[in-house]
């Protein structure tokens, strides 16, 4: 009985214990810190005695999942901490000399009633640093039984020896902090006892988590060790906001705030850098680029974004893809840079291998497994073994693409696919992709000189997708690349234009193109809001002079509703029997008004208010007469009598001698009258809205619409720009081409070069809405249909026919 009274006796009084020392500071936390090797707080009061650097150990505290943090700073390597609450935690240790951080560990406790104290032992690891190893050789010869041998000044056993082989190197390494000297030793070439000999040396003092730069120079046969220095392979992509930049085989750097591009001080360096340029030379200073140096020539190569999802009209969508499936048609070889550029694997034809995107990293799946996970940031490189190597991805078509490819993760999680190959190579796809291979060799040849300016100006100047590392897109907004499987007449073109390009004030000029004109071409300054010399605004006519006004809104109606080919053609339009060169969709008006009514950024005016508007542009309608009853007869007549210039002359002529029209000018008051009119015709404000009539009231420099006003029993509406767009989407319409096709699947309209023709009913409203209009794309630069008429029936060769669309730039061959 006493001995049971006395256990429970013990067992009140430790928990009397445990409920009176609940909250308070019982628990003890004793740290100890475990260096590597025998790097120990002795060593490291040794290597300070001779200077006055401090050594410090920094203690931070946390409990998991509580918003719990403490931090210590103390001058041992033994911490005894008294804490109150129960929980995991978690030590972070960082042995600090000066302000460096040369050793750092973390370790677990979970602290509880079970045991009031706590012994924790932190495992300590080096603060590693990274020694970037890079080769300049002129001849691969000169690296023949030579190695770099790197010791530290603590030890007389080697912690690098690597033999100099351009396919090992660049090496990015981990280095411990400490003195170390560094030499290019070359083997003698005796059978016994073989000696080194020592070509260069260099000291390297490695700071802790610092970056160290070496190039190992071969220059004219001179070994050489050049410190802060590097010879890197490729400029993949870079972040103009970061000034963050990427190197195939060498990763990721910072660039510095007073970078020099070839010796000059370069603020705008992203104008000047672009994805893909090979063999620089750089320069560091505490880690970051201070100086880039690299041969200036014109870019021989592209590197092209590959869509996953296109619009219909071949724009691009989207460049993410779930995942990536490859087919080589040869054997490939893929690398990845994953903290350092190594090979994985050899990708053998016909083999699929299919890459992925993981909860726990990259994946790749192969027939034998998978490999993997690496790291989300890694870069794939699949390159070719041969010339005539080839790859067919699942998850694009059919079409096998050429080069070498990049796989990597984008901002969405998704993976992104860069396409980079010869500019030739790709010029024979967009060739082929870009004009029918029935154009002439002529038409093809000044094809394939524009597509190659386009895409080195773009090279050079766009950065849209710097970021991501491409120069390009494969869609139409820039141009069409594998859309079709290159063919014979278009490769033919590419080759024997090879390196030709046009050029303007010595750069490459910005050559677009586009399908079909309606008979003038448009301004650049109407799409890209800059004006650009060798791309104006003019008749699409040739050979014959022809001075024909096209200043007002009848002359243009009458222009666009003549579809008489063999007229258009006589009068010089070379692309007048071009099914697009003529075009009408129409309108009914009870269709328009509830788009009308539902477009944004609409101007109103009530009639009252819009009478020196409306007078200002109805006076065109005044022209409807005289043109379709008096002009348009006159000249149809004389076509079977008179001379082509003769009639050019003589339509020019009528156009201009309206002075009976001029004098039918409507004043203000007599609009007033007919507003009066109008409202007695048309009822009263409660009658429903009708459409009355559609004025084009403002044209850019090269013809195309840019304003329109709608006038309805009640009001006049302005729309401008894109609104215009919307009011006319042909979506579900009947667009008639003049050759007599009838398209329905536009979902805009062939060209912004058209004119409107309302037809009234009896009661004065608009009962049809006709658009005509000419031509198929942009309307900038060269026309492609042009080109092929110009060849065929003018007998133009490609020289003559860049120099007709595009006057003031030189034909240059650049590489």
Known sequence: MGKQFFMCAIVLLALLVNVFTFGQESFTLNVSLKFPNDNGPDTLINNLKSTNVELSYVYEITISGENYFERYTSTSPILSLNVSQQG?????????????????????????????????????????????????????????????????????????????????????????????????????????????????????????????????????????????????????????????????REGKYKLSKSLSLNGKTNASWSNVLFPGISDLYLMFENGEITSINYEENFPSRVRVLLSSQQTSVGGLLSSSFEHVTVKPQQDYLLFVFDKTYYQVMKLQSGHVVRFQNQSDGLIIETGDGIIGPFEKSSRFYIKPLSKDSSIEIIEKSRNKYSGSFEIFVNDSGGLSIINDLPVEEYL?????????????????KAQAVTARTYTLNKILSDRRYARLGANIDDSTNFQAYNFQKPNEKASKAVIETEGWILMHLNKPAETFYYAASGGHSMSSADVFKAKISYLPPKLMAVEREITLLLDDEMALLNFLKNWNVSLLRDLGFPE???????????????????????????????????????????????????????????????????????????????????????????????????HQQNSEDYGSNEQQERIVNIYITQRTPGKYVKEVVVETNKRLYKIADEQVLKLFSPNGK??????????????????????????????????????YGGGFGHGIGMSQVAANFLAKDYGWDYVTILEFFYPGTVLSKVY
Do not use: C
Request: aromatic share 8%; no cysteine.
């Open 88 to 248: 995991v935690y978690e030590v972070s240790v960082f042995v600090i000399v000066g302000k460096d951080i040369y050793f750092t560990g973390v370790a677990t406790a979970t602290v509880d009633y079970s045991s009031l104290t706590q012994d924790i032992e932190v495992h300590l690891k080096h603060n590693m640093s990274k020694l970037l190893i890079t080769l300049d050789v002129d001849k691969i010869e000169a690296l023949s039984g030579k190695r770099i041998l790197i010791t530290s000044n603590d030890s007389v056993s080697a912690v690098f020896n690597e033999l100099l082989d351009t396919s090992v190197f660049p090496l990015l390494i981990d280095i411990v902090p400490g003195s170390y000297k560094v030499d290019i030793v070359a083997e003698s070439n005796a059978t016994s006892n073989p000696t080194e000999t020592s070509l260069s040396t260099t000291e390297l003092k490695i700071q802790p988590g610092r970056f160290y730069p070496l190039m190992a120079s071969f220059k004219k046969g001179t070994p050489a060790l050049l410190n802060n220095l590097a010879k890197v392979s490729k400029l993949i992509a870079f972040d103009i906001n970061t000034r963050e930049i990427i190197f195939e």
């Open 428 to 444: 024979r796809s967009v060739v082929s992709s870009e004009m029918p291979s029935t154009y002439h060799p002529e038409a093809l």
């Open 576 to 674: 007048a029997s071009n099914g697009y060169f003529r075009w009408k969709v129409e309108y009914f008006s009870e269709e328009l008004l509830p788009i009308l009514k539902s477009l944004k950024d609409t101007k109103t005016l009530d009639l009252e208010n819009a009478v020196i508007l409306k007078a200002k542009y109805k006076p065109t309608e005044l022209l409807a007469d005289f043109v379709n009853l008096v002009l348009k007869p006159k000249l149809l007549a004389e076509a079977d009598v008179t001379s082509i210039s003769e009639l050019g002359n003589d339509f020019s002529t009528l156009l201009n001698n309206l002075p009976e029209i001029q004098d039918q000018t409507i004043t203000t008051e007599q609009f007033q009258n007919i």
């Open 734 to 771: 009947k667009v008639v081409l003049q050759n007599g096709i009838v398209r329905s699947d536009f979902t805009s309209l062939p060209s912004f070069f058209f004119t409107i023709d309302v037809i009234r009913n009896d009661d004065g409203y608009a009962e049809k809405v006709v658009l």
